[in-house]
Protein backbone atom coordinates (compact mmCIF):
# COMPACT_ATOMS: atom_id res chain seq x y z
CA UNK A 1 0.00 0.00 0.00
CA UNK A 2 1.61 3.52 -1.27
CA UNK A 3 0.68 6.52 0.96
CA UNK A 4 -3.02 7.85 0.31
CA UNK A 5 -2.79 11.13 -2.13
CA UNK A 6 -4.79 13.73 -0.88
CA UNK A 7 -6.82 16.36 -3.90
CA UNK A 8 -8.56 18.90 -2.24
CA UNK A 9 -12.26 19.77 -3.28
CA UNK A 10 -12.25 23.08 -1.37
CA UNK A 11 -16.20 22.52 -1.44
CA UNK A 12 -18.13 25.50 0.53
CA UNK A 13 -20.86 23.43 2.09
CA UNK A 14 -21.79 19.98 3.41
CA UNK A 15 -24.60 19.55 0.31
CA UNK A 16 -22.49 20.09 -2.45
CA UNK A 17 -19.89 17.44 -1.18
CA UNK A 18 -23.05 15.25 -0.82
CA UNK A 19 -23.76 16.19 -4.78
CA UNK A 20 -20.39 15.04 -6.09
CA UNK A 21 -19.91 11.51 -4.58
CA UNK A 22 -23.69 10.52 -5.16
CA UNK A 23 -26.35 9.07 -2.16
CA UNK A 24 -24.43 6.60 0.21
CA UNK A 25 -20.83 7.74 -1.89
CA UNK A 26 -22.27 6.22 -5.03
CA UNK A 27 -19.99 7.90 -7.57
CA UNK A 28 -17.09 7.45 -5.29
CA UNK A 29 -17.47 3.93 -5.66
CA UNK A 30 -18.08 4.11 -9.44
CA UNK A 31 -15.33 6.04 -9.66
CA UNK A 32 -13.36 3.16 -7.47
CA UNK A 33 -14.18 0.56 -9.73
CA UNK A 34 -13.42 2.69 -12.55
CA UNK A 35 -9.77 3.09 -11.95
CA UNK A 36 -9.40 -0.32 -9.37
CA UNK A 37 -8.18 2.23 -6.81
CA UNK A 38 -9.59 2.49 -3.53
CA UNK A 39 -11.25 6.02 -2.59
CA UNK A 40 -11.91 7.60 0.74
CA UNK A 41 -13.23 10.91 2.21
CA UNK A 42 -11.68 13.33 4.24
CA UNK A 43 -12.80 16.89 5.24
CA UNK A 44 -13.38 18.45 2.12
CA UNK A 45 -10.93 15.80 0.81
CA UNK A 46 -10.88 12.37 -1.53
CA UNK A 47 -7.89 10.49 -0.56
CA UNK A 48 -6.69 7.99 -3.50
CA UNK A 49 -4.88 4.49 -2.92
CA UNK A 50 -1.88 4.98 -5.67
CA UNK A 51 0.54 6.95 -7.43
CA UNK A 52 -0.52 6.40 -10.52
CA UNK A 53 0.37 10.23 -12.07
CA UNK A 54 -2.61 9.34 -15.10
CA UNK A 55 -5.41 7.79 -12.59
CA UNK A 56 -4.57 10.87 -10.40
CA UNK A 57 -4.68 13.37 -12.88
CA UNK A 58 -8.30 12.15 -14.54
CA UNK A 59 -9.78 11.32 -11.32
CA UNK A 60 -8.66 15.75 -10.65
CA UNK A 61 -9.94 15.98 -13.68
CA UNK A 62 -13.10 14.27 -13.10
CA UNK A 63 -13.63 16.04 -9.38
CA UNK A 64 -13.29 19.67 -11.01
CA UNK A 65 -15.65 19.32 -13.55
CA UNK A 66 -18.31 17.92 -11.04
CA UNK A 67 -17.58 20.37 -9.08
CA UNK A 68 -18.41 23.41 -11.80
CA UNK A 69 -21.60 21.24 -12.71
CA UNK A 70 -22.75 21.49 -9.36
CA UNK A 71 -21.51 25.21 -8.72
CA UNK A 72 -23.93 25.77 -11.97
CA UNK A 73 -27.02 23.27 -10.64
CA UNK A 74 -26.25 21.13 -13.71
CA UNK A 75 -27.68 17.57 -12.86
CA UNK A 76 -25.64 14.54 -13.71
CA UNK A 77 -25.69 10.65 -13.19
CA UNK A 78 -23.38 7.67 -12.97
CA UNK A 79 -23.87 7.22 -16.72
CA UNK A 80 -22.63 10.69 -17.35
CA UNK A 81 -19.34 9.86 -14.67
CA UNK A 82 -18.77 6.79 -16.74
CA UNK A 83 -19.40 8.82 -20.00
CA UNK A 84 -16.76 11.90 -18.71
CA UNK A 85 -14.29 9.17 -17.81
CA UNK A 86 -14.39 7.95 -21.19
CA UNK A 87 -14.05 11.12 -22.65
CA UNK A 88 -11.21 12.45 -20.66
CA UNK A 89 -7.84 11.00 -23.17
CA UNK A 90 -9.85 12.41 -26.37
CA UNK A 91 -11.16 16.15 -24.98
CA UNK A 92 -10.26 18.96 -22.81
CA UNK A 93 -11.87 19.43 -19.42
CA UNK A 94 -13.59 22.79 -21.28
CA UNK A 95 -15.03 21.00 -24.35
CA UNK A 96 -16.53 17.98 -21.75
CA UNK A 97 -18.25 21.00 -19.53
CA UNK A 98 -19.75 22.97 -22.57
CA UNK A 99 -21.54 19.43 -23.14
CA UNK A 100 -23.17 19.62 -19.94
CA UNK A 101 -23.08 23.08 -19.60
CA UNK A 102 -24.52 24.36 -22.25
CA UNK A 103 -26.72 22.14 -23.34
CA UNK A 104 -30.28 22.77 -25.05
CA UNK A 105 -33.21 21.14 -24.56
CA UNK A 106 -34.49 19.08 -27.52
CA UNK A 107 -37.85 18.47 -26.52
CA UNK A 108 -40.46 18.07 -23.00
CA UNK A 109 -41.21 14.11 -22.64
CA UNK A 110 -45.23 13.88 -22.19
CA UNK A 111 -44.77 13.68 -18.62
CA UNK A 112 -43.00 16.88 -18.59
CA UNK A 113 -39.08 16.05 -18.46
CA UNK A 114 -36.61 17.76 -20.61
CA UNK A 115 -34.41 16.04 -22.84
CA UNK A 116 -30.95 17.00 -24.05
CA UNK A 117 -28.04 15.19 -26.14
CA UNK A 118 -26.55 13.05 -23.78
CA UNK A 119 -23.01 12.68 -25.46
CA UNK A 120 -20.84 14.88 -27.75
CA UNK A 121 -21.56 12.78 -30.83
CA UNK A 122 -25.36 12.91 -30.42
CA UNK A 123 -25.13 16.99 -29.85
CA UNK A 124 -23.56 16.67 -33.41
CA UNK A 125 -25.93 14.56 -34.92
CA UNK A 126 -28.56 17.07 -33.76
CA UNK A 127 -26.72 19.88 -35.58
CA UNK A 128 -26.23 18.00 -38.46
CA UNK A 129 -29.45 17.34 -38.52
CA UNK A 130 -30.72 21.21 -37.97
CA UNK A 131 -28.33 21.73 -41.04
CA UNK A 132 -28.60 18.71 -43.57
CA UNK A 133 -31.35 17.33 -45.58
CA UNK A 134 -30.09 13.67 -45.45
CA UNK A 135 -28.13 12.29 -42.30
CA UNK A 136 -26.99 9.34 -41.98
CA UNK A 137 -26.26 8.19 -38.02
CA UNK A 138 -24.41 5.06 -37.98
CA UNK A 139 -23.29 2.91 -35.03
CA UNK A 140 -23.79 0.70 -32.10
CA UNK A 141 -27.61 -0.05 -30.30
CA UNK A 142 -28.03 2.25 -27.57
CA UNK A 143 -26.33 5.38 -29.15
CA UNK A 144 -30.01 7.13 -29.60
CA UNK A 145 -29.13 7.62 -33.50
CA UNK A 146 -33.42 6.90 -33.95
CA UNK A 147 -34.52 8.18 -30.62
CA UNK A 148 -32.88 11.79 -30.91
CA UNK A 149 -34.51 11.68 -34.78
CA UNK A 150 -37.73 10.70 -33.76
CA UNK A 151 -37.46 13.73 -30.98
CA UNK A 152 -36.61 15.99 -33.68
CA UNK A 153 -39.14 15.02 -35.82
CA UNK A 154 -42.30 15.81 -33.72
CA UNK A 155 -40.32 19.19 -33.14
CA UNK A 156 -40.36 19.88 -36.49
CA UNK A 157 -44.40 18.68 -36.88
CA UNK A 158 -45.03 21.13 -34.15
CA UNK A 159 -43.10 23.93 -35.21
CA UNK A 160 -45.49 23.55 -38.68
CA UNK A 161 -41.90 23.45 -40.84
CA UNK A 162 -43.57 19.46 -41.97
CA UNK A 163 -46.75 18.50 -42.78
CA UNK A 164 -46.03 14.78 -41.82
CA UNK A 165 -43.62 12.56 -40.27
CA UNK A 166 -43.11 9.28 -41.73
CA UNK A 167 -41.35 5.95 -40.18
CA UNK A 168 -39.78 3.12 -41.87
CA UNK A 169 -37.86 0.28 -41.65
CA UNK A 170 -36.99 -3.40 -43.00
CA UNK A 171 -40.08 -5.60 -41.74
CA UNK A 172 -39.11 -9.41 -40.62
CA UNK A 173 -35.15 -8.36 -40.86
CA UNK A 174 -34.75 -7.36 -44.92
CA UNK A 175 -36.86 -9.59 -46.54
CA UNK A 176 -40.03 -7.87 -45.65
CA UNK A 177 -42.27 -11.31 -46.28
CA UNK A 178 -45.53 -10.44 -44.32
CA UNK A 179 -47.67 -12.74 -46.11
CA UNK A 180 -47.35 -15.38 -44.12
CA UNK A 181 -48.32 -13.65 -40.73
CA UNK A 182 -51.88 -13.23 -39.98
CA UNK A 183 -53.69 -9.86 -39.63
CA UNK A 184 -53.57 -6.82 -41.49
CA UNK A 185 -51.09 -4.94 -42.73
CA UNK A 186 -49.98 -2.89 -39.67
CA UNK A 187 -50.60 -6.01 -36.93
CA UNK A 188 -48.32 -7.57 -39.75
CA UNK A 189 -45.58 -5.11 -39.23
CA UNK A 190 -46.13 -3.78 -35.64
CA UNK A 191 -43.87 -5.99 -33.78
CA UNK A 192 -40.91 -4.57 -35.99
CA UNK A 193 -41.50 -0.96 -35.23
CA UNK A 194 -42.51 -1.62 -32.11
CA UNK A 195 -39.16 0.81 -31.09
CA UNK A 196 -40.42 3.84 -33.25
CA UNK A 197 -44.15 3.48 -31.48
CA UNK A 198 -42.04 3.76 -27.59
CA UNK A 199 -40.61 6.77 -28.80
CA UNK A 200 -43.59 8.67 -29.67
CA UNK A 201 -45.63 7.78 -27.30
CA UNK A 202 -43.06 8.54 -24.74
CA UNK A 203 -43.36 12.50 -26.28
CA UNK A 204 -46.93 12.40 -27.59
CA UNK A 205 -48.52 10.01 -25.33
CA UNK A 206 -50.23 7.42 -26.56
CA UNK A 207 -54.09 9.29 -27.31
CA UNK A 208 -52.33 12.05 -29.14
CA UNK A 209 -49.88 9.50 -30.96
CA UNK A 210 -52.62 7.02 -32.09
CA UNK A 211 -55.34 10.23 -33.61
CA UNK A 212 -51.67 11.77 -35.24
CA UNK A 213 -50.98 8.02 -37.23
CA UNK A 214 -55.13 7.71 -37.40
CA UNK A 215 -54.82 11.57 -39.32
CA UNK A 216 -51.91 10.43 -41.90
CA UNK A 217 -49.64 12.66 -39.98
CA UNK A 218 -47.75 10.31 -38.49
CA UNK A 219 -47.13 7.12 -40.90
CA UNK A 220 -45.18 4.10 -39.88
CA UNK A 221 -44.44 1.51 -42.72
CA UNK A 222 -42.17 -1.32 -44.01
CA UNK A 223 -39.82 0.88 -46.84
CA UNK A 224 -41.58 -1.74 -49.47
CA UNK A 225 -44.83 0.95 -49.06
CA UNK A 226 -42.68 3.90 -50.55
CA UNK A 227 -42.18 2.54 -53.89
CA UNK A 228 -43.74 5.21 -56.11
CA UNK A 229 -43.53 7.86 -54.22
CA UNK A 230 -42.21 11.57 -53.18
CA UNK A 231 -42.11 12.55 -50.23
CA UNK A 232 -42.80 16.55 -49.87
CA UNK A 233 -43.10 18.09 -46.73
CA UNK A 234 -41.93 14.98 -44.88
CA UNK A 235 -39.49 14.45 -42.53
CA UNK A 236 -38.68 10.92 -42.77
CA UNK A 237 -36.63 8.47 -40.57
CA UNK A 238 -35.35 5.22 -41.69
CA UNK A 239 -34.52 3.03 -39.08
CA UNK A 240 -32.40 -0.29 -39.39
CA UNK A 241 -30.85 0.82 -42.23
CA UNK A 242 -28.32 -2.07 -42.36
CA UNK A 243 -31.05 -4.52 -43.20
CA UNK A 244 -31.61 -2.63 -46.57
CA UNK A 245 -30.42 -4.28 -49.63
CA UNK A 246 -28.79 -1.79 -52.52
CA UNK A 247 -32.07 -1.39 -54.32
CA UNK A 248 -34.15 -0.99 -51.13
CA UNK A 249 -31.57 1.53 -50.28
CA UNK A 250 -31.56 3.45 -53.62
CA UNK A 251 -35.66 2.92 -53.43
CA UNK A 252 -35.92 5.13 -50.62
CA UNK A 253 -33.29 8.04 -50.98
CA UNK A 254 -34.78 8.30 -54.49
CA UNK A 255 -38.20 9.47 -52.63
CA UNK A 256 -37.37 12.71 -50.96
CA UNK A 257 -39.18 15.52 -52.08
CA UNK A 258 -38.54 19.16 -51.50
CA UNK A 259 -38.57 21.05 -48.15
CA UNK A 260 -38.26 17.54 -46.66
CA UNK A 261 -35.40 15.58 -44.60
CA UNK A 262 -34.51 12.04 -44.26
CA UNK A 263 -32.58 11.02 -41.63
CA UNK A 264 -31.07 7.31 -42.25
CA UNK A 265 -30.18 5.29 -39.18
CA UNK A 266 -28.59 2.06 -38.29
CA UNK A 267 -25.66 -0.54 -36.78
CA UNK A 268 -23.55 -1.63 -39.86
CA UNK A 269 -22.10 -4.42 -37.67
CA UNK A 270 -25.70 -6.13 -36.77
CA UNK A 271 -27.00 -6.65 -40.51
CA UNK A 272 -29.71 -9.66 -40.90
CA UNK A 273 -29.15 -9.79 -44.81
CA UNK A 274 -27.64 -12.75 -46.48
CA UNK A 275 -23.78 -13.28 -46.47
CA UNK A 276 -23.40 -12.53 -49.58
CA UNK A 277 -25.81 -9.55 -49.76
CA UNK A 278 -24.01 -5.77 -49.41
CA UNK A 279 -26.22 -3.51 -47.09
CA UNK A 280 -27.68 -0.91 -49.00
CA UNK A 281 -26.64 0.95 -45.81
CA UNK A 282 -22.80 0.59 -46.31
CA UNK A 283 -23.15 1.26 -50.11
CA UNK A 284 -24.80 4.60 -49.06
CA UNK A 285 -21.66 5.41 -46.55
CA UNK A 286 -19.12 4.66 -48.89
CA UNK A 287 -20.28 5.92 -51.97
CA UNK A 288 -22.09 9.44 -50.46
CA UNK A 289 -19.48 10.86 -48.88
CA UNK A 290 -18.51 14.98 -49.20
CA UNK A 291 -21.62 15.68 -50.84
CA UNK A 292 -22.89 18.97 -49.63
CA UNK A 293 -26.43 19.02 -47.75
CA UNK A 294 -25.81 15.29 -46.50
CA UNK A 295 -23.61 14.34 -43.33
CA UNK A 296 -22.83 10.85 -42.31
CA UNK A 297 -22.01 10.35 -38.53
CA UNK A 298 -20.59 7.87 -36.84
CA UNK A 299 -21.18 6.55 -33.37
CA UNK A 300 -19.09 4.64 -31.21
CA UNK A 301 -19.50 2.63 -28.25
CA UNK A 302 -18.84 5.22 -25.57
CA UNK A 303 -22.12 6.76 -27.01
CA UNK A 304 -24.12 4.07 -25.82
CA UNK A 305 -27.01 5.82 -23.30
CA UNK A 306 -28.11 2.34 -22.24
CA UNK A 307 -26.56 0.23 -18.70
CA UNK A 308 -23.14 0.82 -18.59
CA UNK A 309 -23.03 -2.72 -18.65
CA UNK A 310 -24.35 -2.58 -22.73
CA UNK A 311 -20.32 -1.26 -23.16
CA UNK A 312 -18.80 -3.56 -21.56
CA UNK A 313 -20.70 -6.67 -23.57
CA UNK A 314 -20.26 -4.82 -27.29
CA UNK A 315 -16.47 -4.37 -26.15
CA UNK A 316 -16.27 -8.12 -25.26
CA UNK A 317 -17.91 -9.16 -28.38
CA UNK A 318 -15.84 -6.91 -30.51
CA UNK A 319 -12.99 -8.94 -29.23
CA UNK A 320 -14.47 -11.98 -29.71
CA UNK A 321 -15.34 -11.50 -33.00
Not at 192 to 206: H, M, Q
Amino acid sequence: MVDLITLDLNLTSVSEMIQILGTNDKYLKLLSNLYHVDLYTGTNQIMVDTDNKIVLEELERIFTLLKLFVKRNVFFNERDIIYIHNLLKQESNDEIADLFINRKEIIKTYAGKPIYAKTINQKKYLDAIDKNTLVFGIGPAGTGKTYLAVLVGIKKLREGSVKQIILTRPAVEAGENLGFLPGDLMEKVDPYIRPLYDALYEILGVKQTDELIAKGTIEIAPIAYMRGRTLENAYVILDEAQNTTINQMKLFLTRLGFNSKMIVTGDITQSDLPKNAESGLVKASKILTQINDVSILYFENSDVVRHPLVQTILKRFEENA
